[in-house]
């Protein structure tokens, strides 16, 4: 069954993280990309991951709290490498109801093992418990949350997809 059933005529192309350029030359931190997964997490800078980019998130019903993770990899100027960037994750229901899930403060920091001129990325892995409060299209926001700045954002469907019935059981009573 195509999504657009279940999101209807408003569903955006496509659901990859949309990475929004940054105006601003004060802060020299991108988030290079960002997905959603049942689970996540990083160990020696690699991100171990369960269940990524899911399209949408099915719920047994609305008003339901489920627990997802959100990795964000930041790559950072070698200027800004010592510098904290404050982020805050925003998640916006259907109707335009916005809920803060996570604040982060990222500090990257040099390495001995760092090779100079090379990309420096941080990888970070959030858990989430955001209240789906009703099916549609919601989305995920990463944001400067000094500033506001949007730095990527993207589409999540959620679905109710009610559970099975239980089976019903008939005794015979002729078992005689």
């Given at each position: 069954m195509p999504l657009s059933t279940f999101w209807g005529p408003e569903v955006p192309a496509g659901t990859r993280w949309?990475?929004?350029?940054?105006?601003?030359?004060?802060?020299?931190?991108r988030v290079r990309d960002a997905f959603l997964?049942?689970?996540?997490?990083?160990r020696e800078s690699l991100a171990y991951v369960t269940g990524?980019?899911?399209?949408?998130?099915?719920i047994p019903e609305v008003n339901t709290t489920v627990r997802m993770h959100l990795v964000i990899a930041l790559e950072v100027d070698h200027p800004e490498v010592s510098a904290?960037?404050?982020?805050?994750?925003?998640?916006?229901?259907?109707?335009?109801?916005i809920d803060t899930l996570?604040?982060?403060a990222a500090n990257r920091?040099?390495?001995?093992t760092q090779v100079p001129g090379s990309p420096l990325y941080q990888l970070i892995a959030?858990?989430?418990?955001?209240?789906?409060r009703s099916a549609g299209h919601c989305e995920i926001?990463?944001?400067?949350?000094?500033?506001?700045?949007?730095?990527?954002?993207?589409?999540?469907?959620?679905?109710?997809?009610?559970?099975?019935?239980?089976?019903?059981?008939?005794?015979?009573?002729?078992d005689g």
């Open positions: 949309r990475c929004h350029p940054t105006e601003s030359k004060m802060r020299e931190m997964a049942n689970y996540a997490e990083i990524g980019f899911p399209e949408w998130w099915t904290p960037h404050y982020l805050v994750v925003r998640l916006k229901h259907p109707h335009g109801d996570a604040r982060i920091g040099l390495k001995d959030v858990p989430l418990t955001p209240s789906l926001s990463v944001s400067d949350e000094l500033t506001g700045e949007v730095y990527a954002s993207v589409p999540l469907g959620v679905v109710v997809v009610p559970p099975p019935e239980p089976p019903t059981w008939s005794t015979n009573s002729d």
